[in-house]
């Protein structure tokens, strides 16, 4: 089994910055891809960002140029740093990661609000 842990979110002004954190622990023998999703109120949950094994990344439209995914293996770590953050921006994040051969593993969420 496999735990994800997700960190960083919190309230920041239009036009801040915030890193989110997702760390991976358990019984882990590989982690394939990484994801970051997001769901605001009364909205579909969205893939955001994603990153493979070989570190191509992909992002969603309207976060590219702002967004930036990136992993640790050592640390079975995904980050997302979000820059020039806006209103649109707030929603709870979620970690998603495909390991051990298949088997999809979530984290629990953490909220991000951009807020004056």
């Known amino acids: 089994q496999v735990q994800l842990v997700e960190s960083g979110g919190g309230l920041v002004q239009p036009g801040g910055s915030l890193r989110l954190s997702c760390a991976a622990s358990?019984?882990?023998?590989?982690?394939?891809?990484w994801g970051w999703y997001r769901q605001a109120p009364g909205k579909q949950r969205e893939l955001v960002a994603i990153i493979d094994n070989g570190g191509i990344t992909n992002y969603v439209h309207s976060v590219k140029g702002r967004f930036t995914i990136s992993r640790d293996n050592a640390k079975n770590t995904v980050y997302l740093q979000m820059n020039d953050l806006n209103p649109e921006d707030t929603a709870t994040y979620y970690c998603?990661?495909?390991?051990?051969?298949?088997?999809?593993?979530w984290g629990q969420g953490t909220q991000v609000t951009v807020s004056s």
């Open positions: 358990g019984i882990i023998l590989s982690i394939n891809n």
């Open positions: 998603k990661c495909v390991a051990n051969w298949g088997h999809v593993y």
